[in-house]
Structures are given as structure tokens and as C-alpha cells.
């Protein structure tokens, strides 16, 4: 269990500090969830037009 959550620092370290440019909102958190960590801080950000999209 330790080796294994070891490894997996190893590449979230690889992951930080990099901007990931994602098509969709539903897309960017999925991609969001699936390298983050049970304790990690997840921060998506877009313009004000991409609302335009979503707002039904």
C-alpha cells in the first residue's frame, strides 16, 4: 500500500504545476477527478463566454 501510494506522488508530482486545456466543463472534471488525489485541491477556471454554453 505504501510503495503503491509512493508511485502515485511520484506522478501527481509529474502532473503539478501544468495547465491542462480541456473541450468541455463535463470533460474537465472527469479529467479533474481521475489524476487527483483523495486530499488534492482541483481548480477549473474559463471564460464568462463558455457559460453561454451550459446556461438551458
Known amino acids: ?4 501510494k509512493i508511485e502515485w506522488l511520484k506522478d501527481a508530482d509529474r502532473l503539478s504545476g501544468k495547465v491542462h486545456k480541456i473541450d468541455t466543463i463535463e470533460n474537465s472534471i472527469k479529467f479533474a477527478l481521475k489524476i487527483s488525489g483523495r486530499n488534492d485541491i482541483i481548480c477549473i477556471t474559463g471564460s464568462i463566454t463558455n457559460l453561454e454554453n451550459i446556461v438551458k
Open 1 to 4: 500500500m505504501v510503495k503503491r
